[in-house]
């Protein structure tokens, strides 16, 4: 019985750490995101992003290439976002039964 009940609570401990790791590395996924998108240049002529100049002193098509990089990054980060969700979904699941 004992043995049991250590077992349940060796569980238990492991799927707090995991959930409060998952917690917050999404949490920090998030800001991630939200600073990636921030610095997107907006589609439409209305309110741009912080950064709203479309050319740089590099030249035309590097910031062409630096959105593109913000976008990938952007459903990179929304993917983890989703990941690590399910992840805790999950071992929540597991936890519960």
């Known amino acids: 019985m004992a043995n049991s009940l250590m077992l349940s609570d060796a569980i238990f401990t492991l799927y707090m750490t995991v959930s409060v ?3 917050v590395l999404i949490f920090l996924t ?6 990636l998108v921030l610095f997107q240049k907006s589609n439409s002529d209305g309110i741009q992003g912080i950064t709203a100049s479309s050319e740089t002193f590099f030249g035309k098509h590097r910031g062409k290439s630096i959105d593109s990089q913000l976008k990938k990054w952007s459903w990179v980060c929304l993917g983890v976002i ?10 929540g699941l597991l936890v519960a039964s």
Not at 30 to 35: C, E, G, S, T, Y
Not at 82 to 91: D, G, N, Q, R
């Open 30 to 35: 998030a800001l991630v995101a939200i600073i």
């Open 21 to 23: 790791a998952c917690l």
């Open 82 to 91: 989703a990941f690590l969700a399910i992840v805790a979904y999950v071992i």
